[in-house]
């Protein structure tokens, strides 16, 4: 199973950005995926979810400006808006047991 990020970069506090986890090596469609993510020195947040029944479940500081969604391929994705500088992270796609590589965001003026 390989999960890998991608769409991560530096961006105006205010800008978007679009995560993509590509997955591959199994069949995704019907496993729970999510979104983690992680400062230096800090602990792993749980920032949202997508179950495979198509619920979604977000952490309360990214609620109304981030939406998670999926293809019907292997790709799950991560739409943040209205970003902030405390939103600054390694963004890690899981299906919980599973975990990417991990993309850097960076959000500064």
């Known amino acids: 199973v390989q999960l890998v990020e991608s769409g991560g970069g530096l961006v105006q506090p205010g800008g978007s950005l679009r995560l993509s986890c590509a997955a591959s090596?199994?069949?995704?469609?019907?496993?729970?995926m999510g979104w983690a993510r992680q400062v230096p020195g800090k602990g792993l947040e749980w920032v949202s979810r997508?179950?495979?029944?198509?619920?979604t479940y977000y952490a309360d500081s990214v609620k109304g400006r981030f939406t998670i969604s999926r293809d019907t391929g292997d790709t799950v994705y991560l739409q943040m808006n209205s970003l902030k500088p405390e939103d600054t992270a390694v963004y890690y796609c899981?299906?919980?047991?599973?975990w990417g590589q991990g993309t850097q965001v960076t959000v500064s003026s």
């Open positions: 899981t299906t919980g047991i599973y």
């Open positions: 997508i179950y495979s029944d198509g619920t």
């Open positions: 090596g199994g069949t995704f469609s019907s496993r729970n």
